[in-house]
């Protein structure tokens, strides 16, 4: 059986992606429903900002074909504001909102500001309050957490460890987890630059290799500028 590949894009809702991905008469609310015939999988970036309602989730689910897939990206509230602090109640709140997706709900994303430091004991407290059975992954945004000893409290967890690609910040591509996750936010300019077909050709070989071992990999292109998030995913989708 081959292994799973998810690709698709960081988001779909970009007014700039009509007429470059999305036919210029089509309506919004029909968006979602072409992008699925196009990819299997999203990531969910404005749970990022605030928690979607129950209807939304409700939208997206019963608008998306069987088998799609949404990654969560999970509410900075938990992750910039309270920094992993006291949020049992916040956790729980967002979790069971995203489980309206039901078997649609694919990992839950914690992306960790950029001026949070290193703290092993915070983020092992946090570990263990998250519920299991479910996939969870981290971003680090300080190069001070992409070390081995954090990795390990990943792998004590099963808790995925986000590769990211970004020009001002390296991340080993490594897997803590049964899955990998995969972030590509652009390699020469933040968000906005196109990858080459040799980049996304090496970068498909890496992630073959990577995969040997693990039961999915989910891989998502965040640079939505001149819809170049979605060029990228299916010439990479083609090489793996």
């Known amino acids: 059986m081959a292994l799973p590949y998810y690709i698709g894009t960081s988001g779909w809702h970009y007014d700039h992606w009509r ?3 999305y036919p210029e008469k089509l309506a919004k609310p029909k968006w979602l429903e072409f992008y699925a015939g196009n990819f299997t999988t999203v990531e969910l970036n404005n749970s990022f900002y605030r928690l979607p309602s129950e209807t939304a989730f409700t939208t997206w689910r019963d608008s998306s074909p069987a088998h799609f897939t949404f990654a969560v990206k999970v509410s900075r509230f ?3 504001i309270k920094r992993l602090r006291a949020t049992e109640e916040a956790v729980d709140k967002f979790i069971n909102r995203a489980q309206i997706l039901g078997d649609k709900l694919g990992p839950l994303l914690y992306q960790l500001p950029p001026n949070m430091h290193r703290d092993d004991d915070r983020l092992e407290s946090f570990l263990s309050i998250l519920p299991q059975g479910m996939k969870h992954v981290f ?4 190069q001070s957490w992409l070390e081995e000893p954090v990795f390990n409290i990943l792998h004590k967890y099963n808790i995925g460890l986000c590769v990211f690609d ?11 987890a049964d899955f990998a996750y995969i972030r590509f936010h652009g390699s020469t300019g933040l968000y906005w630059s196109c990858y080459s077909d ?3 050709a090496d970068w498909a070989k890496r992630l073959a ?3 040997v071992n693990l039961k999915a990999v989910y891989i998502y292109f965040n640079n939505d500028a001149e819809a170049f998030a979605v060029r990228n995913a299916m010439t990479l989708r083609d090489y793996l």
């Open 198 to 200: 040799e980049e996304l």
């Open 166 to 176: 970004m020009p001002s910040l390296s991340c080993p591509l490594v897997a803590t």
């Open 19 to 21: 007429s470059r991905f």
């Open 139 to 142: 971003e680090f945004r300080h």
């Open 78 to 80: 938990i992750t910039h």
């Open 209 to 211: 290799d990577l995969a």
